[in-house]
Structure formats: structure tokens, C-alpha cells
């Protein structure tokens, strides 16, 4: 089955730095990768996502990779400001009602 | 857009008692339906995945008998946790996912068992 390995389990950047969270996974069949923010004592939400037949996708501050030959993909968050503080996971799955396989999540912190 | 709640958000029970979980999309209808359960500073753990009108689908190691579930119509599906025990506490979330292949998560339900 699929396995999905996040790196870092923490990062700390300062306000305005950029951040980026690298994820793999093993499945080639895999065509869904979304990505999660999740604050204490809350669901996550999902902050983007993309498909296996887009390189990339930027939503305003928020862009995301696929590198579909490496199994790996990247959330980049620019400009950070201190409330993109929470949890954020990936995850890996095949589209339409099939279940995803998420990461073990990082804990970004960002100082002001 | 794209709204699921959940019902109760906490909930503290005795060892033994049966807990339900109410897991509603709002605003679309659900087709698939999925509920994980997560630990302290850990990721989401898959529980099951269900359809309406279908039996639920469970993740090898998650007892079918201990974590009911329902999935009576398109917006509504529930979880019971039968004769709960302390090792049953957790946070409990369930997402659902309509005509596009995007999971919504609700805002989870905090269990604790005495």
C-alpha cells in the first residue's frame, strides 16, 4: 500500500522567511496530493492541492511541486506570517472517494 | 462551500457506556464518508471509509464490532464506540468527499473515557 514520508517534523523560520515541507511516497498509481493545515483542537483544512498531471500550482502564498519520476512533493509558503503557525500535512491517494495516506505532519513555527 | 460538522465536539464518558459521533456535510452531499481517529502530536490514522447505503470499509487492526458506523444518507454518517475504554480516548475526525475528490474534514470530537 501507499506510504507517505514528511521531512521536517519541525521547522522554525522567522515572519517573512519562506518555508518549504517535503513529502514522498511510494505508490506510482498515486494521482492526489493535498495539503493540510491543521490548529490545536481543530480538523484540518484543506490549504491546496494537485493532481499527477500538473507540475505545480500556486495559490497566493502557497505553491505546491510534483515531481511525478522522484515520488516527491513540496508545499512552499512564502512571505510567513506568524497565524501560518500549525501543523500541516501531506498526503497521497488516488482521486474520487479513495482513501489518502497521510504524513506524520510538521510543526512550522513562525517568529516575529 | 463545502462544510461538515461534527456533533459533539467533546465528550466524557464512563468506562463501558457507548459513545455516537455525528458526522453531517452541510452544504453538499457526501458520497464517501471517512472517519480517522488521532492521538496526541501524531498524524490522522484511517478508521474506515464508508458509502451511503454501503457497509463500511475498515483499516486492518480497527475492530468493526467496537466502532459502528453508519452511513444512513448523504449527508449524515455516524460513529459509535461501543463499551469505551480509557485506551479508547482520542480525537476522533471524520471528512467527506462529494462529486469531486476532495475530502472536507469536520472539526473533530475530543473523547475521553474514564
Known amino acids: 500500500g501507499e506510504n507517505v514520508e514528511q521531512h521536517p517534523s519541525t521547522l522554525s523560520v522567522q515572519e517573512g522567511d519562506s518555508a518549504v515541507i517535503k513529502c514522498t511516497y511510494s505508490?506510482?498509481?498515486?494521482?492526489?496530493f493535498p495539503w493540510y493545515k491543521q490548529e490545536l483542537g481543530k480538523g484540518p483544512q484543506l490549504i491546496i492541492d494537485i493532481r499527477s498531471n500538473v507540475g505545480e500550482k500556486k495559490d497566493q502564498r502557497i505553491a505546491v511541486t510534483l515531481n511525478k519520476t522522484a515520488k516527491h512533493f513540496s508545499l512552499h509558503i512564502t512571505e510567513t506570517q506568524p497565524e501560518d503557525s500549525a501543523v500541516y500535512f501531506c498526503?497521497?491517494?488516488?482521486?474520487?472517494?479513495?482513501?489518502?495516506?497521510f504524513g506524520a505532519g510538521t510543526i512550522l513555527r513562525v517568529k516575529s | 462551500g463545502a462544510v461538515v460538522s461534527q456533533h459533539p465536539s467533546w465528550v466524557i464518558c464512563k468506562s463501558g457506556t457507548s459513545v455516537k459521533i455525528e458526522c453531517r456535510s452541510l452544504?453538499?452531499?457526501?458520497?464517501?464518508m471517512f472517519w480517522y481517529r488521532q492521538f496526541p502530536k501524531q498524524s490522522l490514522m484511517l478508521m474506515a471509509t464508508?458509502?451511503?447505503?454501503?457497509?463500511?470499509?475498515?483499516e486492518q487492526g480497527v475492530e468493526k464490532d467496537k466502532f459502528l458506523i453508519n452511513h444512513a444518507s448523504l449527508t449524515l454518517s455516524t460513529l459509535t464506540v461501543t463499551s469505551a475504554h480509557p485506551e479508547d480516548s482520542s480525537f476522533y475526525i471524520c471528512?467527506?468527499?462529494?462529486?469531486?475528490?476532495?475530502?472536507?474534514f469536520g472539526p473533530g470530537t475530543r473523547l475521553t473515557v474514564l
Open positions: 464508508s458509502n451511503e447505503g454501503s457497509k463500511a470499509t475498515y
Open positions: 505508490d506510482s498509481a498515486s494521482n492526489y
Open positions: 498526503a497521497g491517494g488516488m482521486e474520487y472517494g479513495n482513501k489518502l495516506v
Open positions: 452544504d453538499f452531499q457526501a458520497t464517501t
Open positions: 471528512s467527506a468527499s462529494g462529486q469531486t475528490d476532495t475530502q472536507y
